[in-house]
């Protein structure tokens, strides 16, 4: 084992940014459950809530995905708080990554 901090990969940073706006959007999601409920009942197609989602959060087509994909035990307030948790961890993640002064191998 080695006293040396763990670098940050290229790889590791991006996938780092990937999770992150993931689970932001999922996290604004549960913040605005019952519009986003309203909204998928009304839309006509998957295709057209996804793009609906999109403009209602302000996030891509990535998350808005994530959220068509979530199941609804994502609602519970255990869940939205192990969300939460796993966005503030992930987000602690890439500002450590971000602020290494070494260059990321």
């Known amino acids: 084992m080695t006293d040396e901090p763990y670098r940050y990969t290229q790889n590791a940073i991006r996938s780092l ?4 706006e ?14 986003v ?3 998928a009942f009304e839309s006509e197609s998957p295709g057209t809530l996804r793009n609906d989602l999109a ?13 068509l994909d979530m199941q ?3 609602v519970t307030r255990r869940e939205r ?11 602690r993640q890439l500002r450590a990554a971000l602020s ?4 990321p191998v």
């Open 17 to 20: 940014r990937e999770r992150i």
């Open 22 to 35: 993931i689970l932001a959007g999922i996290d604004a999601a549960l913040q605005r459950w019952p519009e």
């Open 37 to 39: 409920a309203k909204l």
């Open 55 to 67: 403009a209602l959060l302000d996030i891509g087509p990535e998350p808005a995905q994530a959220i």
């Open 72 to 74: 609804v035990r994502r």
């Open 81 to 91: 708080a192990r969300i939460s948790n796993e966005l503030e961890e992930s987000r």
């Open 100 to 103: 290494d002064p070494r260059p």
